[in-house]
């Protein structure tokens, strides 16, 4: 969307601010199957997880005087507390052990991808029709009842966290 310039009348175009996206050669879908490309087979976290390392990684390096703070007016210091902030909100575990507790809850299930255990554990969902409808890809591996009963695991760990 071009401006016209005051003191001219030129037109004016804003400057694209973001990078041009790479071309998929690999169709990508977290659906009833997983298609993950390039990360079918990577490891994957929980944001409660996310956000414990970043806080573990620049409490080492500020301790070893290796990190400075970035400065919240610079482009960096705003990524870094725009990104802070959200894994604070939306982290459903807030302590390490806990953290600790589902993930070793979520690896005791082998039949589940790592991106549908950091789903499990990020989105924490009450029911397994929620979950299964968040993460079609469950559908084929859990039945309602065993789905149901990791997720009460799961809530059990989050309230005995939050009293």
Avoid: W
């Avoid at 009963?149 to 966290?161: A, G, H, P, S």
């Amino acid at each position: 969307m071009a401006s016209t310039n005051p003191t001219n009348g030129s037109k004016i175009t804003p400057k694209i601010s973001s990078r041009s996206r790479e071309k998929r050669t690999i169709d990508e879908e977290a659906g009833a199957e997983l298609k993950l490309g390039e990360f079918q087979h990577s490891s994957a976290i929980t944001v409660s997880e996310a956000r414990e390392l970043l806080s573990m990684v620049f409490k080492h390096r500020l301790e070893q005087g290796k990190y400075e703070l970035p400065k919240k007016d610079t482009e960096r210091g705003a990524v870094v507390n725009k990104t802070q902030e959200y894994l604070e909100i939306f982290s459903r575990f807030k302590n390490r052990e806990s953290v600790e507790a589902v993930d070793r809850l979520l690896n005791s299930q082998p039949d589940l991808d790592p991106f549908e255990k950091a789903q499990l554990g990020s989105l924490c969902c009450d029911s397994a029709e929620e979950a299964k409808t968040l993460i079609p890809s469950l559908e084929a591996k859990k039945s309602d009842e065993e789905l149901q009963d990791l997720l009460n695991e799961i809530t059990k760990l989050r309230n005995f966290v939050d009293t």
